[in-house]
Protein backbone atom coordinates (compact mmCIF):
# COMPACT_ATOMS: atom_id res chain seq x y z
CA UNK A 1 0.00 0.00 0.00
CA UNK A 2 0.98 3.36 -0.67
CA UNK A 3 0.33 6.59 1.68
CA UNK A 4 -1.73 9.25 0.16
CA UNK A 5 -3.53 12.68 1.78
CA UNK A 6 -7.35 13.07 0.20
CA UNK A 7 -6.98 16.35 -1.51
CA UNK A 8 -10.49 16.42 -3.61
CA UNK A 9 -12.78 15.01 -5.50
CA UNK A 10 -13.86 14.04 -9.19
CA UNK A 11 -17.37 14.12 -10.87
CA UNK A 12 -18.38 12.26 -13.11
CA UNK A 13 -22.18 11.54 -14.51
CA UNK A 14 -20.92 9.24 -17.26
CA UNK A 15 -19.55 5.97 -15.64
CA UNK A 16 -19.45 2.45 -15.93
CA UNK A 17 -22.28 0.91 -14.36
CA UNK A 18 -20.97 -0.67 -11.74
CA UNK A 19 -19.17 2.28 -10.57
CA UNK A 20 -22.61 4.05 -9.42
CA UNK A 21 -22.57 5.55 -6.07
CA UNK A 22 -18.87 5.57 -5.56
CA UNK A 23 -17.12 8.19 -4.08
CA UNK A 24 -13.92 9.12 -5.98
CA UNK A 25 -11.44 10.72 -4.41
CA UNK A 26 -8.21 12.70 -5.26
CA UNK A 27 -4.98 11.39 -3.24
CA UNK A 28 -1.44 13.33 -3.45
CA UNK A 29 1.02 10.70 -2.36
CA UNK A 30 2.93 10.53 0.50
CA UNK A 31 6.43 8.75 0.77
CA UNK A 32 7.49 7.24 4.49
CA UNK A 33 8.67 10.65 5.94
CA UNK A 34 5.25 12.11 5.21
CA UNK A 35 6.42 14.59 2.05
CA UNK A 36 4.01 14.62 -0.93
CA UNK A 37 5.90 12.44 -4.03
CA UNK A 38 4.16 14.16 -7.04
CA UNK A 39 2.30 11.40 -7.59
CA UNK A 40 -1.46 11.34 -7.29
CA UNK A 41 -3.77 8.48 -7.76
CA UNK A 42 -7.81 8.52 -8.06
CA UNK A 43 -9.38 5.98 -5.49
CA UNK A 44 -12.58 5.16 -4.33
CA UNK A 45 -13.43 5.50 -1.19
CA UNK A 46 -13.98 2.40 0.68
CA UNK A 47 -13.52 4.00 4.54
CA UNK A 48 -15.35 6.97 4.17
CA UNK A 49 -12.23 8.89 4.38
CA UNK A 50 -12.58 13.20 4.46
CA UNK A 51 -10.25 15.70 2.74
CA UNK A 52 -6.97 16.16 4.87
CA UNK A 53 -7.28 12.71 5.92
CA UNK A 54 -4.38 10.48 5.29
CA UNK A 55 -5.02 7.39 4.30
CA UNK A 56 -3.36 3.82 2.51
CA UNK A 57 -4.67 2.55 -0.53
CA UNK A 58 -4.21 -0.74 -2.55
CA UNK A 59 -4.08 -0.97 -6.13
CA UNK A 60 -4.67 -3.28 -9.15
CA UNK A 61 -7.00 -5.89 -8.26
CA UNK A 62 -6.65 -5.70 -4.51
CA UNK A 63 -8.42 -2.61 -4.87
CA UNK A 64 -11.56 -4.78 -5.78
CA UNK A 65 -11.35 -6.87 -2.28
CA UNK A 66 -13.40 -4.81 -0.36
CA UNK A 67 -17.04 -5.02 0.46
CA UNK A 68 -18.34 -1.76 -1.90
CA UNK A 69 -15.47 -2.29 -4.73
CA UNK A 70 -16.28 -5.89 -5.34
CA UNK A 71 -15.92 -7.23 -8.81
CA UNK A 72 -16.05 -3.29 -10.18
CA UNK A 73 -13.34 -1.49 -12.22
CA UNK A 74 -11.25 0.29 -9.67
CA UNK A 75 -7.69 -0.18 -9.31
CA UNK A 76 -7.54 2.22 -6.46
CA UNK A 77 -9.45 2.06 -3.32
CA UNK A 78 -8.80 3.67 0.06
CA UNK A 79 -8.50 0.72 2.63
CA UNK A 80 -7.62 2.72 5.70
CA UNK A 81 -7.65 5.81 7.56
CA UNK A 82 -4.14 6.39 8.85
CA UNK A 83 -4.23 7.75 13.10
CA UNK A 84 -0.19 7.59 12.98
CA UNK A 85 2.78 5.82 11.77
CA UNK A 86 6.05 5.56 13.15
CA UNK A 87 9.58 5.20 11.16
CA UNK A 88 12.91 4.18 13.07
CA UNK A 89 11.50 5.20 16.65
CA UNK A 90 10.22 8.85 15.93
CA UNK A 91 6.09 9.82 15.17
CA UNK A 92 6.19 10.86 11.35
CA UNK A 93 2.50 11.56 11.43
CA UNK A 94 -0.86 11.55 13.87
CA UNK A 95 -4.34 12.63 12.85
CA UNK A 96 -4.91 15.72 14.43
CA UNK A 97 -8.00 16.02 17.18
CA UNK A 98 -9.87 18.48 14.43
CA UNK A 99 -10.73 15.76 11.95
CA UNK A 100 -13.91 16.16 10.67
CA UNK A 101 -15.15 12.87 11.86
CA UNK A 102 -16.11 13.04 15.55
CA UNK A 103 -15.47 9.46 15.86
CA UNK A 104 -11.41 10.23 15.30
CA UNK A 105 -10.74 12.68 17.41
CA UNK A 106 -8.50 12.38 20.26
CA UNK A 107 -10.65 12.64 23.66
CA UNK A 108 -6.84 13.46 25.37
CA UNK A 109 -7.53 17.35 25.40
CA UNK A 110 -3.80 17.98 26.12
CA UNK A 111 -3.28 16.61 22.38
CA UNK A 112 -5.37 19.58 21.10
CA UNK A 113 -2.91 22.00 19.04
CA UNK A 114 -0.42 19.18 17.54
CA UNK A 115 -0.09 19.69 13.87
CA UNK A 116 -0.49 16.98 11.57
CA UNK A 117 2.75 16.37 10.30
CA UNK A 118 6.15 16.39 12.72
CA UNK A 119 8.66 15.49 9.90
CA UNK B 1 -7.25 5.68 -11.81
CA UNK B 2 -5.51 8.33 -13.48
CA UNK B 3 -6.75 11.31 -15.23
CA UNK B 4 -6.31 11.18 -19.07
CA UNK B 5 -7.29 13.29 -22.04
CA UNK B 6 -8.44 11.77 -25.08
CA UNK B 7 -6.16 12.83 -28.51
CA UNK B 8 -6.96 9.75 -30.96
CA UNK B 9 -7.61 6.71 -31.70
CA UNK B 10 -5.47 3.51 -33.15
CA UNK B 11 -6.99 1.57 -35.63
CA UNK B 12 -6.07 -2.33 -36.51
CA UNK B 13 -7.68 -4.91 -38.55
CA UNK B 14 -5.71 -7.22 -36.99
CA UNK B 15 -6.59 -8.24 -32.97
CA UNK B 16 -7.03 -10.71 -31.06
CA UNK B 17 -10.76 -12.30 -32.06
CA UNK B 18 -12.53 -10.94 -28.42
CA UNK B 19 -11.00 -7.19 -29.08
CA UNK B 20 -13.45 -7.44 -31.77
CA UNK B 21 -15.66 -4.06 -31.79
CA UNK B 22 -13.80 -2.43 -28.29
CA UNK B 23 -13.04 0.95 -29.67
CA UNK B 24 -8.93 1.97 -28.68
CA UNK B 25 -8.69 5.53 -27.54
CA UNK B 26 -5.09 7.39 -27.41
CA UNK B 27 -4.83 9.02 -23.87
CA UNK B 28 -2.29 11.60 -22.86
CA UNK B 29 -2.17 11.36 -19.25
CA UNK B 30 -2.95 14.29 -16.49
CA UNK B 31 -1.51 15.15 -13.21
CA UNK B 32 -3.94 15.92 -10.10
CA UNK B 33 -3.53 19.72 -11.75
CA UNK B 34 -4.68 18.87 -15.01
CA UNK B 35 -1.26 18.99 -16.66
CA UNK B 36 0.21 16.50 -18.93
CA UNK B 37 2.91 13.99 -17.16
CA UNK B 38 4.24 13.37 -20.79
CA UNK B 39 2.74 9.57 -20.15
CA UNK B 40 0.01 7.75 -22.23
CA UNK B 41 -2.24 4.55 -22.32
CA UNK B 42 -3.98 3.42 -24.87
CA UNK B 43 -7.55 2.04 -23.76
CA UNK B 44 -10.78 0.48 -24.15
CA UNK B 45 -13.48 2.93 -24.30
CA UNK B 46 -16.50 1.75 -21.80
CA UNK B 47 -18.29 4.58 -21.94
CA UNK B 48 -18.77 6.88 -25.02
CA UNK B 49 -15.77 9.26 -24.19
CA UNK B 50 -15.02 11.65 -27.42
CA UNK B 51 -12.04 13.47 -28.65
CA UNK B 52 -10.82 15.92 -25.88
CA UNK B 53 -13.03 14.30 -23.08
CA UNK B 54 -11.16 14.23 -19.84
CA UNK B 55 -11.50 10.83 -18.65
CA UNK B 56 -10.48 8.20 -16.17
CA UNK B 57 -9.36 5.15 -16.85
CA UNK B 58 -8.76 1.85 -14.88
CA UNK B 59 -5.56 -0.18 -15.47
CA UNK B 60 -4.84 -4.17 -14.92
CA UNK B 61 -7.32 -6.53 -14.50
CA UNK B 62 -9.49 -3.95 -12.81
CA UNK B 63 -9.97 -2.98 -17.13
CA UNK B 64 -11.60 -6.09 -17.14
CA UNK B 65 -14.45 -5.61 -14.97
CA UNK B 66 -16.75 -3.49 -17.37
CA UNK B 67 -19.59 -5.27 -19.36
CA UNK B 68 -18.07 -4.47 -22.58
CA UNK B 69 -14.24 -5.92 -21.65
CA UNK B 70 -14.96 -8.86 -19.78
CA UNK B 71 -12.84 -11.75 -20.28
CA UNK B 72 -10.83 -9.61 -22.56
CA UNK B 73 -6.90 -8.36 -23.07
CA UNK B 74 -7.18 -5.07 -22.14
CA UNK B 75 -4.98 -3.65 -19.36
CA UNK B 76 -6.37 -0.05 -19.73
CA UNK B 77 -10.17 0.50 -19.76
CA UNK B 78 -12.15 4.32 -19.88
CA UNK B 79 -14.47 3.71 -17.13
CA UNK B 80 -15.61 7.34 -16.15
CA UNK B 81 -16.07 10.34 -18.29
CA UNK B 82 -15.17 13.05 -16.13
CA UNK B 83 -17.62 16.49 -15.41
CA UNK B 84 -15.12 18.27 -13.00
CA UNK B 85 -12.88 17.80 -10.48
CA UNK B 86 -11.22 20.19 -7.24
CA UNK B 87 -8.56 19.78 -5.48
CA UNK B 88 -8.26 21.87 -1.86
CA UNK B 89 -11.10 23.70 -2.59
CA UNK B 90 -10.50 24.75 -5.83
CA UNK B 91 -12.11 23.30 -9.56
CA UNK B 92 -8.87 22.29 -11.24
CA UNK B 93 -11.38 21.42 -14.93
CA UNK B 94 -15.11 21.65 -15.75
CA UNK B 95 -16.43 19.95 -18.62
CA UNK B 96 -17.17 22.70 -21.14
CA UNK B 97 -20.25 23.09 -22.87
CA UNK B 98 -18.94 22.69 -25.89
CA UNK B 99 -18.63 19.18 -25.55
CA UNK B 100 -19.38 16.79 -28.62
CA UNK B 101 -22.32 14.55 -26.55
CA UNK B 102 -25.08 16.90 -26.45
CA UNK B 103 -26.41 14.82 -22.97
CA UNK B 104 -22.84 16.46 -21.28
CA UNK B 105 -23.62 19.53 -22.73
CA UNK B 106 -24.27 22.36 -19.52
CA UNK B 107 -28.06 23.31 -19.46
CA UNK B 108 -26.80 26.28 -17.62
CA UNK B 109 -26.11 29.52 -20.01
CA UNK B 110 -24.13 30.75 -17.21
CA UNK B 111 -21.35 28.68 -18.21
CA UNK B 112 -20.95 29.00 -21.69
CA UNK B 113 -17.29 30.37 -21.94
CA UNK B 114 -15.78 28.35 -19.37
CA UNK B 115 -12.71 27.50 -20.08
CA UNK B 116 -11.44 23.72 -20.10
CA UNK B 117 -8.67 24.06 -17.81
CA UNK B 118 -8.51 26.70 -14.68
CA UNK B 119 -5.24 25.18 -13.29
CA UNK C 1 -2.34 -1.22 -23.42
CA UNK C 2 1.21 0.40 -25.03
CA UNK C 3 2.30 0.99 -28.26
CA UNK C 4 5.23 -0.76 -29.47
CA UNK C 5 7.40 -2.35 -32.80
CA UNK C 6 8.52 -6.02 -33.27
CA UNK C 7 12.67 -5.96 -33.30
CA UNK C 8 13.58 -8.89 -32.49
CA UNK C 9 13.02 -12.20 -31.29
CA UNK C 10 13.91 -14.37 -28.12
CA UNK C 11 15.32 -18.05 -28.11
CA UNK C 12 14.72 -20.51 -25.59
CA UNK C 13 14.77 -23.81 -25.22
CA UNK C 14 14.68 -24.34 -21.66
CA UNK C 15 11.00 -23.02 -20.57
CA UNK C 16 8.33 -23.55 -18.59
CA UNK C 17 6.28 -26.62 -19.96
CA UNK C 18 2.91 -24.24 -20.94
CA UNK C 19 5.23 -21.65 -22.33
CA UNK C 20 6.18 -24.17 -25.55
CA UNK C 21 5.00 -23.34 -28.84
CA UNK C 22 4.62 -19.68 -27.60
CA UNK C 23 6.86 -17.02 -30.37
CA UNK C 24 8.79 -14.37 -27.95
CA UNK C 25 8.84 -11.08 -29.33
CA UNK C 26 11.39 -8.15 -28.51
CA UNK C 27 9.70 -5.13 -28.21
CA UNK C 28 10.79 -1.39 -28.04
CA UNK C 29 7.94 1.15 -26.58
CA UNK C 30 6.64 4.08 -28.85
CA UNK C 31 5.27 6.92 -26.93
CA UNK C 32 2.02 7.78 -28.60
CA UNK C 33 4.01 10.32 -31.01
CA UNK C 34 5.81 7.27 -32.24
CA UNK C 35 9.02 7.86 -30.59
CA UNK C 36 10.69 5.25 -28.69
CA UNK C 37 10.69 5.19 -24.95
CA UNK C 38 14.17 3.82 -24.18
CA UNK C 39 11.70 0.42 -22.63
CA UNK C 40 11.11 -3.00 -24.27
CA UNK C 41 9.22 -5.32 -23.26
CA UNK C 42 9.43 -9.37 -24.58
CA UNK C 43 5.84 -10.54 -25.26
CA UNK C 44 3.94 -13.38 -26.10
CA UNK C 45 3.04 -13.10 -29.94
CA UNK C 46 -1.06 -13.61 -30.22
CA UNK C 47 -1.84 -12.22 -33.86
CA UNK C 48 1.52 -13.25 -35.82
CA UNK C 49 3.00 -10.05 -36.00
CA UNK C 50 6.26 -9.49 -38.13
CA UNK C 51 9.82 -8.04 -37.42
CA UNK C 52 8.63 -4.32 -38.16
CA UNK C 53 5.57 -3.87 -37.22
CA UNK C 54 3.86 -1.69 -34.76
CA UNK C 55 1.32 -3.54 -32.16
CA UNK C 56 -0.34 -3.03 -28.98
CA UNK C 57 0.38 -5.12 -26.24
CA UNK C 58 -1.21 -5.60 -22.37
CA UNK C 59 0.11 -6.26 -19.61
CA UNK C 60 -0.28 -8.04 -16.63
CA UNK C 61 -3.04 -10.55 -15.94
CA UNK C 62 -4.66 -9.51 -19.29
CA UNK C 63 -2.12 -11.01 -21.24
CA UNK C 64 -3.90 -14.20 -20.36
CA UNK C 65 -7.20 -13.49 -22.12
CA UNK C 66 -6.24 -14.42 -25.52
CA UNK C 67 -6.91 -17.78 -26.44
CA UNK C 68 -3.33 -18.83 -26.98
CA UNK C 69 -2.24 -17.59 -23.26
CA UNK C 70 -4.80 -18.49 -21.16
CA UNK C 71 -3.09 -19.74 -17.85
CA UNK C 72 0.51 -19.57 -19.35
CA UNK C 73 3.21 -17.31 -17.48
CA UNK C 74 3.10 -14.72 -20.07
CA UNK C 75 2.89 -10.56 -18.06
CA UNK C 76 2.63 -9.34 -22.30
CA UNK C 77 0.87 -10.05 -25.16
CA UNK C 78 0.52 -8.55 -28.36
CA UNK C 79 -3.03 -8.58 -28.93
CA UNK C 80 -3.16 -6.33 -31.62
CA UNK C 81 -1.33 -5.00 -35.07
CA UNK C 82 -1.87 -1.18 -35.68
CA UNK C 83 -2.62 -0.26 -39.00
CA UNK C 84 -2.70 3.50 -38.02
CA UNK C 85 -3.25 6.26 -35.40
CA UNK C 86 -3.88 9.18 -35.35
CA UNK C 87 -3.47 12.21 -32.68
CA UNK C 88 -4.94 15.64 -32.43
CA UNK C 89 -6.31 15.16 -35.84
CA UNK C 90 -3.27 14.15 -37.17
CA UNK C 91 -1.67 10.60 -38.57
CA UNK C 92 0.70 9.44 -36.67
CA UNK C 93 1.67 5.94 -38.07
CA UNK C 94 0.60 4.03 -41.04
CA UNK C 95 1.39 0.67 -41.56
CA UNK C 96 3.14 0.80 -45.17
CA UNK C 97 1.89 -1.96 -47.64
CA UNK C 98 5.33 -3.31 -47.43
CA UNK C 99 4.35 -5.05 -44.90
CA UNK C 100 5.50 -9.24 -44.80
CA UNK C 101 1.74 -10.06 -44.20
CA UNK C 102 0.43 -9.68 -47.76
CA UNK C 103 -3.34 -9.84 -46.29
CA UNK C 104 -2.48 -6.88 -44.41
CA UNK C 105 -1.01 -4.94 -47.79
CA UNK C 106 -2.91 -1.86 -48.65
CA UNK C 107 -4.99 -2.32 -51.91
CA UNK C 108 -5.02 1.31 -52.87
CA UNK C 109 -1.55 2.00 -55.36
CA UNK C 110 -1.42 5.30 -54.14
CA UNK C 111 -0.71 4.52 -50.92
CA UNK C 112 2.47 2.95 -52.21
CA UNK C 113 5.82 5.04 -51.06
CA UNK C 114 4.26 6.20 -47.78
CA UNK C 115 6.82 5.78 -45.13
CA UNK C 116 6.35 4.06 -41.78
CA UNK C 117 5.78 6.98 -39.44
CA UNK C 118 5.28 10.21 -40.26
CA UNK C 119 5.97 12.04 -36.94
CA UNK D 1 10.12 -9.80 -5.25
CA UNK D 2 11.54 -6.45 -3.99
CA UNK D 3 13.88 -6.04 -0.63
CA UNK D 4 12.96 -3.97 2.08
CA UNK D 5 13.82 -3.11 5.41
CA UNK D 6 11.31 -3.02 8.27
CA UNK D 7 11.94 0.54 9.64
CA UNK D 8 8.03 1.16 10.95
CA UNK D 9 4.59 0.94 11.89
CA UNK D 10 1.14 2.05 10.69
CA UNK D 11 -1.87 2.45 12.98
CA UNK D 12 -5.66 2.71 11.62
CA UNK D 13 -8.75 2.25 13.32
CA UNK D 14 -10.65 3.21 11.03
CA UNK D 15 -9.94 0.25 8.19
CA UNK D 16 -11.73 -1.45 5.97
CA UNK D 17 -13.44 -5.07 7.97
CA UNK D 18 -11.17 -7.48 6.29
CA UNK D 19 -8.04 -5.66 6.93
CA UNK D 20 -8.76 -5.85 11.06
CA UNK D 21 -5.82 -7.85 12.71
CA UNK D 22 -3.68 -7.44 10.20
CA UNK D 23 -0.24 -5.57 11.37
CA UNK D 24 0.89 -3.18 8.82
CA UNK D 25 4.61 -2.19 8.64
CA UNK D 26 6.79 0.39 6.79
CA UNK D 27 9.80 -0.89 4.71
CA UNK D 28 12.24 0.91 2.88
CA UNK D 29 12.99 -0.29 -0.05
CA UNK D 30 16.66 -1.90 -0.60
CA UNK D 31 18.44 -2.45 -3.97
CA UNK D 32 20.05 -5.50 -4.82
CA UNK D 33 23.33 -4.49 -2.94
CA UNK D 34 21.46 -3.80 0.26
CA UNK D 35 21.55 0.34 0.00
CA UNK D 36 18.05 2.04 0.00
CA UNK D 37 16.37 2.83 -2.90
CA UNK D 38 14.35 5.75 -1.75
CA UNK D 39 11.29 4.29 -2.14
CA UNK D 40 8.68 2.70 -0.25
CA UNK D 41 5.78 0.59 1.19
CA UNK D 42 3.47 -0.08 3.98
CA UNK D 43 2.90 -4.46 3.76
CA UNK D 44 1.09 -6.49 5.73
CA UNK D 45 3.08 -8.97 7.53
CA UNK D 46 2.76 -12.68 7.07
CA UNK D 47 5.67 -13.66 8.55
CA UNK D 48 6.15 -11.87 12.12
CA UNK D 49 8.64 -9.49 10.62
CA UNK D 50 10.09 -6.93 13.49
CA UNK D 51 11.46 -3.89 13.27
CA UNK D 52 14.72 -3.63 11.27
CA UNK D 53 14.56 -7.42 9.78
CA UNK D 54 15.48 -7.35 6.04
CA UNK D 55 12.10 -8.82 4.19
CA UNK D 56 10.90 -9.81 0.83
CA UNK D 57 7.33 -8.83 -0.02
CA UNK D 58 5.00 -9.23 -2.76
CA UNK D 59 2.91 -7.30 -4.80
CA UNK D 60 -0.16 -7.23 -6.21
CA UNK D 61 -2.88 -10.21 -6.39
CA UNK D 62 0.53 -11.87 -4.99
CA UNK D 63 0.32 -10.23 -1.48
CA UNK D 64 -3.27 -11.94 -1.20
CA UNK D 65 -1.88 -15.71 -1.68
CA UNK D 66 -0.93 -16.15 2.08
CA UNK D 67 -3.08 -17.67 4.56
CA UNK D 68 -3.64 -14.22 6.72
CA UNK D 69 -4.24 -11.85 3.48
CA UNK D 70 -6.57 -14.43 1.42
CA UNK D 71 -9.40 -12.35 -0.34
CA UNK D 72 -8.19 -9.19 1.65
CA UNK D 73 -7.45 -5.88 0.28
CA UNK D 74 -3.82 -5.83 0.18
CA UNK D 75 -1.20 -5.03 -2.16
CA UNK D 76 1.89 -5.51 -0.40
CA UNK D 77 2.77 -8.76 1.57
CA UNK D 78 5.74 -9.61 3.59
CA UNK D 79 5.81 -13.31 2.79
CA UNK D 80 9.52 -13.82 4.07
CA UNK D 81 12.16 -12.63 6.41
CA UNK D 82 15.72 -12.75 4.88
CA UNK D 83 18.63 -14.53 6.37
CA UNK D 84 20.93 -13.88 4.05
CA UNK D 85 21.58 -12.66 0.52
CA UNK D 86 24.73 -13.26 -1.66
CA UNK D 87 25.65 -11.52 -5.16
CA UNK D 88 28.33 -12.47 -7.90
CA UNK D 89 29.90 -14.60 -5.05
CA UNK D 90 29.81 -12.23 -2.31
CA UNK D 91 27.76 -12.34 1.11
CA UNK D 92 26.08 -8.70 0.67
CA UNK D 93 23.71 -9.07 3.95
CA UNK D 94 23.39 -11.57 6.77
CA UNK D 95 20.88 -11.35 9.37
CA UNK D 96 22.75 -10.17 12.83
CA UNK D 97 22.68 -12.27 15.67
CA UNK D 98 20.82 -9.67 17.87
CA UNK D 99 17.85 -10.58 16.20
CA UNK D 100 14.89 -9.96 18.43
CA UNK D 101 13.34 -13.13 17.45
CA UNK D 102 15.53 -15.70 19.12
CA UNK D 103 14.34 -18.62 17.38
CA UNK D 104 16.99 -16.71 13.98
CA UNK D 105 19.62 -16.36 15.91
CA UNK D 106 22.80 -18.13 14.64
CA UNK D 107 23.85 -20.47 17.09
CA UNK D 108 27.48 -20.48 16.24
CA UNK D 109 29.26 -17.56 18.20
CA UNK D 110 31.91 -17.20 15.54
CA UNK D 111 29.29 -15.44 13.96
CA UNK D 112 28.68 -12.64 16.78
CA UNK D 113 29.36 -9.41 16.22
CA UNK D 114 28.96 -9.60 12.27
CA UNK D 115 27.41 -5.90 11.23
CA UNK D 116 24.29 -6.40 9.04
CA UNK D 117 25.19 -5.36 5.88
CA UNK D 118 28.88 -6.08 4.43
CA UNK D 119 28.27 -4.35 0.77
CA UNK E 1 8.38 -10.50 -19.50
CA UNK E 2 11.93 -8.61 -19.13
CA UNK E 3 15.25 -10.12 -18.81
CA UNK E 4 17.89 -10.29 -16.44
CA UNK E 5 21.01 -12.19 -15.35
CA UNK E 6 21.06 -14.27 -12.33
CA UNK E 7 23.35 -12.79 -10.26
CA UNK E 8 22.54 -14.07 -6.63
CA UNK E 9 20.26 -16.04 -4.04
CA UNK E 10 18.38 -15.16 -1.16
CA UNK E 11 18.35 -17.52 2.02
CA UNK E 12 15.05 -17.12 4.58
CA UNK E 13 14.24 -20.11 6.81
CA UNK E 14 11.18 -17.77 7.72
CA UNK E 15 8.83 -17.76 5.12
CA UNK E 16 5.56 -18.22 4.68
CA UNK E 17 4.52 -21.72 4.82
CA UNK E 18 3.36 -21.72 0.36
CA UNK E 19 7.35 -20.55 -0.24
CA UNK E 20 9.01 -23.19 1.41
CA UNK E 21 10.78 -25.67 -1.47
CA UNK E 22 11.07 -22.64 -3.73
CA UNK E 23 14.23 -21.32 -4.81
CA UNK E 24 14.27 -17.23 -4.70
CA UNK E 25 17.25 -16.23 -7.70
CA UNK E 26 18.65 -12.46 -7.08
CA UNK E 27 18.02 -11.11 -11.15
CA UNK E 28 19.66 -7.91 -12.35
CA UNK E 29 17.60 -6.77 -14.97
CA UNK E 30 18.74 -6.26 -18.64
CA UNK E 31 17.70 -3.99 -21.32
CA UNK E 32 17.14 -4.93 -25.10
CA UNK E 33 20.98 -4.42 -26.33
CA UNK E 34 21.80 -6.59 -23.10
CA UNK E 35 22.85 -3.98 -20.67
CA UNK E 36 22.00 -3.87 -17.01
CA UNK E 37 19.21 -1.41 -16.19
CA UNK E 38 19.76 -0.70 -12.64
CA UNK E 39 16.81 -2.50 -11.53
CA UNK E 40 17.03 -5.63 -9.86
CA UNK E 41 14.02 -8.92 -9.02
CA UNK E 42 13.76 -11.52 -6.26
CA UNK E 43 12.35 -14.19 -8.67
CA UNK E 44 11.18 -17.79 -7.71
CA UNK E 45 12.89 -19.75 -10.46
CA UNK E 46 10.98 -22.63 -12.33
CA UNK E 47 13.28 -23.68 -15.03
CA UNK E 48 16.47 -24.27 -12.93
CA UNK E 49 18.47 -21.60 -14.14
CA UNK E 50 21.77 -21.07 -12.37
CA UNK E 51 24.64 -17.94 -11.70
CA UNK E 52 24.86 -16.21 -14.47
CA UNK E 53 22.24 -17.67 -16.78
CA UNK E 54 20.40 -14.51 -18.73
CA UNK E 55 16.28 -15.47 -17.79
CA UNK E 56 12.98 -14.43 -18.65
CA UNK E 57 10.75 -13.66 -15.79
CA UNK E 58 7.09 -12.86 -15.85
CA UNK E 59 5.08 -10.64 -13.05
CA UNK E 60 2.02 -9.78 -11.31
CA UNK E 61 -0.17 -12.80 -11.14
CA UNK E 62 1.75 -14.39 -14.17
CA UNK E 63 4.07 -15.48 -11.90
CA UNK E 64 1.74 -18.03 -10.71
CA UNK E 65 0.77 -19.85 -13.86
CA UNK E 66 3.71 -22.39 -13.40
CA UNK E 67 3.26 -25.65 -12.22
CA UNK E 68 5.41 -25.04 -9.13
CA UNK E 69 4.18 -21.90 -8.36
CA UNK E 70 0.48 -22.09 -8.46
CA UNK E 71 -1.34 -20.35 -5.58
CA UNK E 72 1.90 -18.81 -4.51
CA UNK E 73 2.45 -15.69 -2.85
CA UNK E 74 5.31 -14.72 -5.99
CA UNK E 75 5.05 -11.71 -7.58
CA UNK E 76 8.52 -12.63 -10.23
CA UNK E 77 8.81 -16.00 -11.64
CA UNK E 78 11.69 -16.92 -14.12
CA UNK E 79 9.76 -18.76 -17.33
CA UNK E 80 12.36 -19.30 -19.36
CA UNK E 81 16.04 -19.43 -19.71
CA UNK E 82 17.53 -17.89 -22.84
CA UNK E 83 19.22 -18.84 -25.64
CA UNK E 84 19.78 -16.17 -27.88
CA UNK E 85 18.10 -13.06 -28.56
CA UNK E 86 18.36 -10.96 -31.59
CA UNK E 87 17.27 -6.94 -32.47
CA UNK E 88 17.01 -5.73 -35.64
CA UNK E 89 19.00 -8.66 -37.35
CA UNK E 90 21.85 -8.45 -35.20
CA UNK E 91 22.33 -11.36 -31.87
CA UNK E 92 22.42 -9.34 -29.05
CA UNK E 93 23.36 -12.85 -27.02
CA UNK E 94 23.97 -16.44 -26.92
CA UNK E 95 24.40 -18.56 -24.25
CA UNK E 96 28.01 -19.95 -23.89
CA UNK E 97 29.29 -23.35 -23.83
CA UNK E 98 30.47 -23.18 -20.81
CA UNK E 99 26.95 -23.01 -19.26
CA UNK E 100 26.61 -25.12 -15.69
CA UNK E 101 23.70 -26.88 -17.60
CA UNK E 102 25.38 -29.62 -19.71
CA UNK E 103 22.04 -30.06 -21.53
CA UNK E 104 22.04 -26.52 -22.70
CA UNK E 105 25.85 -26.86 -24.19
CA UNK E 106 26.05 -26.15 -27.28
CA UNK E 107 27.13 -29.15 -29.57
CA UNK E 108 29.01 -27.21 -32.20
CA UNK E 109 32.57 -27.10 -31.25
CA UNK E 110 32.83 -24.17 -34.04
CA UNK E 111 30.76 -22.15 -30.86
CA UNK E 112 33.15 -23.02 -28.50
CA UNK E 113 35.04 -19.91 -26.90
CA UNK E 114 32.05 -17.49 -28.49
CA UNK E 115 31.50 -14.53 -25.90
CA UNK E 116 28.18 -14.22 -23.46
CA UNK E 117 27.35 -10.70 -24.80
CA UNK E 118 28.48 -9.71 -28.12
CA UNK E 119 26.48 -6.54 -27.87
Excluded: H
Excluded at 87 to 104: I, N, Q
Amino acid sequence: MQLGRVVGTVVSTMKEARMKELKLQVLRLLDERGKETGAYAVAVDAVGAGQGDVVLFAGGSSARQTVITDGKPTDATIMAIVDSWDVEGRVVYEASPSSEDAERKWTDPARAGRGKERS
